[in-house]
């Protein structure tokens, strides 16, 4: 299978633990997007990448989110201190530039924060 | 502000109903417009796109959108849906030509076709 792919798919962390999940983008795509999705709610921007500069950053990334996407390959997104109200769908994307912004999804990390 | 709204949380078809999802969004500019679906447990996947050129566009499925740019609005048709057509239906906006690379979604629709 050559689409996005993540690990893990779920992922249970107790409250104060540090999480760290992996995103592997379609191989040519030069963007790689992160979302957040909660129960009836459309996918939240938190960040994206241009190989490996990370271009963008949302107001809902705390300062205990971090994203890295060191040599413009696969990414990855540490959430520090979970919180309860940190556990959602974490949903990581990538694109090509020059297509519009057409992004390819993964299927996505479960993380339940108890 | 960026934001799109989708008026239907959840809708309840018969098969062969006709279909059509409200879309409308608020952006600043030139905009690519999508509709994304995502069928029970598994991930999002494209139906269609608009980013210029002819407003009816055409998808997946038999699915087709209609851009109003007047209206600031895209949505989604289809003359006869099928039960395989649960799902659920999120649009989506994002700035033309690199204004902004990010996908801004609504809220989505839970469609479900009952035999």
């Known amino acids: 299978d050559t689409g996005v792919s993540q690990d893990p798919r779920h992922k249970i962390t107790k409250r104060g633990q540090n999480v760290t999940f992996r995103c592997d983008p379609i191989?040519?795509?030069?963007?790689l997007y992160w979302y957040r999705q909660t129960l009836g709610q459309g996918p939240e921007f938190l960040t994206y990448?241009?190989?490996?500069?990370?271009?963008?950053k949302s107001r809902l990334l705390s300062d205990r989110f971090s994203a890295e996407r060191p040599k413009g390959s696969f990414s990855t997104l540490e959430i520090q201190r979970t919180e309860q109200g940190d556990s959602a769908m974490y949903l990581c994307?990538?694109?090509?530039?020059?297509?519009?912004?057409?992004?390819?999804f993964g299927q996505g990390t479960r993380l339940t924060v108890v | 502000a960026q934001s799109v709204s989708q008026h239907n949380h959840h809708v309840i078809l018969s098969e062969a109903a006709s279909l059509e999802l409200g879309c409308n969004y608020s952006?600043?500019?030139?905009?690519?417009l999508f509709w994304y679906v995502q069928y029970p447990g598994q991930h999002l996947q494209l139906l269609l796109k608009?980013?210029?050129?002819?407003?009816l566009v055409k998808g997946i499925k038999g699915f087709e959108a209609e851009f109003i740019k007047s209206k600031f609005s895209f949505n989604l048709r289809k003359p006869s849906v099928q039960w395989s057509d649960t799902a659920e239906y999120f649009c989506?906006?994002?700035?033309?030509?690199?204004?902004?690379?990010?996908?801004?979604f609504g809220t989505g629709t839970l469609l479900a076709v009952q035999p």
């Open positions: 994307a990538s694109s090509l530039v020059g297509t519009g912004n057409q992004a390819f």
């Open positions: 191989s040519e795509h030069n963007r």
């Open positions: 990448f241009q190989n490996e500069a990370q271009l963008e």
């Open positions: 952006y600043g500019g030139t905009v690519n």
């Open positions: 608009y980013f210029s050129g002819d407003p």
């Open positions: 989506a906006v994002s700035g033309y030509g690199g204004a902004t690379n990010k996908l801004i």
